[in-house]
């Protein structure tokens, strides 16, 4: 057989290379191009050929079956992220940092699944038994019906499903996976990517569900969640400060249920809490009005969340000042500060600015562009906001506000949470009510005049 030449593969995306670079050019991520055995030692240019295949059955649209039948854990934020439920044969991938506690999450949620009669099965790949035993010990979940494999040969895991027939099965982590046909360390790229799909096809075509644990990486060396990505149904991020016991459970992509929909959790001594009213906890560490501090009603997937969003402006004494952004985008950043500057006459040169969100939440949104420049004014103006203000959205180009979707939930939920004015987009469709009154405001102009003078 002819010996196949090397493939580099980038372990980021999982994009395929004929030469190593120091720059990965489908993600631009750096020095994560490593040489790996080619995925397939076949000859690969041949075509088909003649010989026919099997004709495949072909359907309409028109659906009559119902909805899945989904599972709940009974964990509310669990639940809410995966769509409402776990849905049968699902492949479901839980990424996030080593240590953020991933494994504490899915041994908590694999706990309640079995409690509420699935046959579950958790096999960990980096922890003997007896560890994820004194876990589930700690945890108090000792008595729930899962059973605990310690395994990596992946051959092993899927005779043991095949003659088990678990309903959920979880797999920590798919990095520590081998199949012995690929001729690859456990971690690369083709070894994570051939586990993966073998996991996956067993869900589909056996009815098993199935939750890969995938670290994030941040050198080379091992393949990151990325790369198996696109063959599960749903991805979950599990985010958050080292420091800060908040935890954020995002999902980036679902096929049975909104993305970007977020459960928050804390860290305990007894495991992961559930924070049924997130905007309470981050704005929980707000102290008095403080200059450089603006509250933004966000909207995380299907909910309202309130954030606090804080600015630091200080003289520099660099040639290029620094742009410090924890939590938001600093592209936007950027083009709010360069919309300040030219729109308003309001310049940043000569200025450091630092910016964060607190409680380590990220808010991506564009509604939150006028909130930002909110907080970074009042830095430095050192003016403080009123306390009981929120604002929300977006900021075009010309400086002029747009209004942005659900500003009816974004303002219900500041209402319960006691703030009592707001300031928004002029086109914002809804009127404020009672107990909120709603300014709103045709461009940022306006806004700087409004609330910081003329500016
Ligand atoms: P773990 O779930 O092992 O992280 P991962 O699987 O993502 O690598 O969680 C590790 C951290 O969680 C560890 O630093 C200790 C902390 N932790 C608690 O604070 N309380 C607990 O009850 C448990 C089980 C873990
Ligand atoms: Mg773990």
New binding site residues.
């Given amino acids: 057989m002819a010996k196949a030449s090397p493939q580099f593969t980038c372990t980021e995306c999982g994009a395929a290379h004929k030469k190593w670079a120091g720059k990965c050019d489908a993600c631009g991520a750096w020095n994560s191009i490593v040489e790996e055995a080619p995925l397939s030692t076949g000859p690969a240019s041949k075509t088909l050929g003649a010989a026919k295949g099997r004709r495949i059955e072909l359907s309409t649209l028109a659906a009559d079956e119902a909805p899945p039948p989904r599972t709940r854990s009974g964990m509310i934020e669990f639940d809410r992220v995966l769509g409402g439920g776990l849905v049968p044969a699902s492949a479901i991938l839980v990424g996030?940092d080593?240590?953020?506690?991933?494994?504490?999450?899915l041994l908590q949620a694999v706990a309640n699944f079995a409690r509420s009669g699935l046959k579950c099965l958790y096999i960990s790949g980096e922890e003997a038994s007896a560890q994820v035993r004194m876990?589930a010990g700690?945890?108090g979940l000792s008595e729930a019906p899962v059973q605990l494999g310690a395994e990596t040969n992946l051959r092993n895991i899927l005779t043991t499903l095949e003659a088990e027939r678990p309903d959920l099965v979880v797999i920590d982590s798919i990095q520590t996976m081998w199949a012995d046909m690929v001729e690859a360390a456990p971690g690369s790229v083709s070894q994570v990517r051939a586990a993966a799909h073998e996991l996956v096809t067993f869900a589909k075509t056996r009815g098993v569900s199935v939750i890969l644990?995938g670290h994030v990486t941040k050198e080379g060396q091992i393949a990151g969640p990325r790369v198996v990505e696109h063959m599960v149904d749903t991805v979950l991020y599990f985010e958050g400060e080292r420091g800060h016991q908040f935890r954020i459970l995002r999902a980036v992509k679902n096929r049975f249920g909104p993305a970007s929909e977020i459960g928050v959790f804390e860290?305990?001594?007894?495991?992961l809490a559930e924070v049924a009213n997130p905007s309470a906890l981050f704005l929980s560490e707000r102290g008095q009005a403080a200059p450089g501090s603006a509250v933004f009603a966000g909207i995380e997937g299907t909910r309202p969340v309130l954030t606090e969003i804080q600015a630091l402006v200080a003289p520099s004494s660099l040639a290029s000042p620094r742009r410090t952004v924890v939590g938001l985008d600093s592209g936007r950043v950027s083009t709010i500060l360069a919309v300040l500057e030219s729109r308003c006459g309001i310049p940043f040169t000569g200025l450091d600015v630092f910016l964060n969100v607190a409680g380590g939440m990220k808010v991506l949104e564009p509604a939150a562009d006028l909130a930002l420049a909110a907080a970074l004014l009042s830095a430095r103006e050192d003016v403080a906001l009123p306390p009981d203000l929120v604002i929300f959205g977006e900021i075009s180009l010309s400086a002029a506000l747009r209004p942005v979707g659900q500003a009816e939930n974004r303002l219900k939920e500041a209402e319960k949470l006691g703030f009592s004015q707001a300031i928004a987009p002029q086109g914002t469709k809804v009127e404020g009510g009672a107990g909120m009154r709603l300014r709103k405001l045709p461009d940022l102009v306006t806004f700087v005049g409004d609330m910081f003078g003329a500016g």
């Fill in positions: 996030g080593p240590g953020i506690g991933k494994s504490t999450l876990r700690r945890l644990v860290m305990t001594g007894a495991g």
